[in-house]
């Protein structure tokens, strides 16, 4: 399925968020590297992906699915990069118990780590700290 990339302003943290669009039914996908912060704007899928219908018959037409909006607010994200990797993987951390974990996961692949950060936005102060836990990619 065709989907158009683009970025807009984060609307917690102002970043830069990424969007991706899939123009054939309208379902968004947006996520910003800086806070975290996720928005999703998509049918209704069941635990295997499929879309689910109103009326439970594969009658895949839009009047019969379900709209769903899911917006997401975590404490902070992550970025990770292990060394024969060419993508930087980036995720959600909800809860300081899954920002320890990360730590933790960071602490014991190090060495196969290129990069790894945990950048959090603070509400009250609004602003973005970006803490980097391993960084090879820039030779100092
Ligand atoms: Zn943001």
């Given at each position: 399925?065709?989907?158009?990339?683009?970025?807009?302003?984060?609307?917690?943290?102002k970043?830069?968020?990424?969007?991706d669009?899939?123009?054939?039914?309208?379902?968004?996908?947006?996520?910003?590297?800086?806070?975290?912060?996720?928005?999703?704007?998509?049918?209704?899928?069941?635990?295997?992906?499929?879309?689910?219908?109103?009326?439970?018959?594969?009658?895949?037409?839009?009047?019969?699915?379900?709209?769903?909006?899911?917006e997401?607010?975590?404490?902070?994200?992550?970025?990770?990069?292990?060394?024969?990797?060419?993508?930087?993987?980036?995720?959600?951390?909800?809860?300081?118990?899954?920002?320890?974990?990360?730590?933790?996961?960071?602490?014991?692949?190090?060495?196969?780590?290129?990069?790894?950060?945990?950048?959090?936005?603070d509400?009250?102060?609004?602003?973005?700290?970006?803490?980097?836990?391993?960084?090879?990619?820039?030779p100092?």
């Amino acid at each position: 399925m065709g989907s158009v990339l683009d970025t807009m302003e984060c609307p917690r943290c102002k970043g830069e968020a990424t969007t991706d669009f899939y123009y054939k039914t309208g379902e968004e996908y947006v996520f910003c590297p800086s806070c975290g912060y996720r928005r999703e704007c998509t049918y209704l899928r069941d635990e295997n992906g499929n879309l689910v219908t109103k009326d439970g018959t594969d009658n895949y037409e839009f009047k019969n699915l379900f709209w769903t909006e899911k917006e997401v607010q975590p404490l902070a994200c992550y970025g990770i990069k292990f060394k024969e990797s060419i993508a930087t993987q980036m995720g959600c951390l909800e809860t300081t118990e899954k920002i320890e974990e990360f730590r933790a996961e960071v602490e014991s692949r190090k060495d196969e780590l290129e990069l790894a950060y945990i950048s959090s936005y603070d509400t009250e102060s609004e602003t973005t700290t970006l803490e980097k836990l391993i960084d090879l990619t820039t030779p100092s």
